[in-house]
């Protein structure tokens, strides 16, 4: 058993990110498994940040901490931020949906490179279609099935802007 402290930080502290900087941003996201699952996968791919607004599970609950595999105590992580202030500091705004949206386009076809965030949104719902993004990501799927887990849609958008940045 041990007792840390959580870091400190401040949504503002991501004011002064590169234009090469990265982050993921998630929305009302419930389940713990998904969130850690996104947590270990924006930082084995490289992101800068994660941010959470408000309405997504704890990222400190036991289940979030073990599905992350100690990916949270490598990223930082914003907490009971707003989408507004993260456009507000200079991100270029990715939506994900499963479906088709005006302004949307393959998640492989769509330039990533720069300072993005990847926004994601609740497992049930989605995004709001009324979530102010500069673009839709979306990622073709030859199946029946409506859409992808948000956490391995999270994966492949996470590793795509990582190639992206490494070219």
């Known amino acids: 058993m041990a007792i840390a402290l959580k870091r400190e930080v401040d949504i503002a502290d991501l004011g002064s990110a590169k234009k090469s ?3 993921v941003v998630v929305d ?3 389940d713990p498994g ?3 699952t996104i947590l270990r996968s924006a930082e084995a791919a ?3 940040a994660v941010v959470l607004t408000s309405g997504t599970v704890d990222a400190f609950s036991p289940k979030v ?3 992350s595999a100690g990916a ?3 990223v930082p992580i914003y907490e009971g931020a707003t989408i507004e202030q993260v456009a507000d500091l200079g991100f270029a705004l990715w939506g994900s949906s499963s479906h088709e949206m005006p302004n949307s386009s393959s998640f492989t ?3 990533l490179s720069g300072k993005v965030a990847i926004v994601l949104g609740n497992e049930a719902h989605g995004l709001s279609a009324s979530t102010k993004v500069d673009g839709w ?3 073709p799927h030859a199946g029946r099935g409506e859409s992808l887990n948000v956490a391995m849609a999270a994966t492949l958008l996470c590793f795509e802007v990582k190639r992206q940045h490494e070219i």
Request: hydrophobic share 50%.
């Open 28 to 30: 009302k996201i419930s």
């Open 46 to 48: 490289g992101a800068s």
């Open 65 to 67: 901490v073990r599905a």
């Open 137 to 139: 990501l979306t990622i």
């Open 34 to 36: 998904n969130l850690g």
């Open 109 to 111: 076809a769509t330039d």
């Open 21 to 23: 900087d990265w982050i």
């Open 72 to 74: 949270l105590f490598n």
